[in-house]
């Protein structure tokens, strides 16, 4: 499934994968800052996400708390046996973002090894994924609580 996505999986391409393996995700400009196992950070920049009254589109916010999941599993986890899902996603909107926004997005180790342990008795395995989204003054513009779940390829999705 991953081959479908993205091709032959390469992990020396995180970076592209998450900038342009989604075309809306690339046409949102959307950069990686900081990719670690573990530790996601992400820039997308106000221009040309703006809405009808000239501040960031509440849409694209929302892309941006639900993006670094996706690239904190392929930093992780093993991309080529699973798989991330998205069970469902709660935003609230703090405030107006009027600048570039940021995200950070972390998993602690004892996390990991719960998934992983998980993934490897039962094929797959639920979590909670927080955010915070910031502007570049570094007030908080929108929170984010995303239920997701790792499968393994062989289970039917």
């Known amino acids: 499934m991953a081959d479908k996505v993205w091709g032959k999986f390469d992990g020396d ?3 592209e994968i998450i900038e342009k393996g989604i075309p809306i995700v690339e046409k949102m400009g959307v950069k990686v800052l900081e990719m ?5 950070s992400l820039r997308m920049p ?8 000239g501040i960031m589109y509440a849409g694209v916010l929302s892309v941006m708390a639900e993006m670094p999941g996706g690239a904190l599993f392929l ?19 703090k405030r107006p973002a009027t600048t570039d926004v940021f995200v950070i997005m972390e998993m602690d180790q004892d996390e990991t090894e719960r998934i992983q342990k998980e993934l490897e008795e039962q094929g797959k395995s639920d979590f909670v994924l927080a ?17 997701c779940q790792i499968r393994s390829m062989e289970l039917s999705l």
């Open 13 to 15: 391409r995180l970076e």
């Open 46 to 53: 106000l221009s040309g996400n703006e809405n009808h009254i």
């Open 36 to 40: 670690a196992p573990g530790r996601v």
């Open 75 to 93: 930093t992780t986890f093993d991309a080529s046996r699973y798989v991330p899902i998205v069970k469902g996603m709660d935003i609230r909107f």
């Open 131 to 147: 955010a915070e989204i910031k502007d570049a003054n570094g007030q908080v513009v929108a929170v984010s609580r995303t239920d």
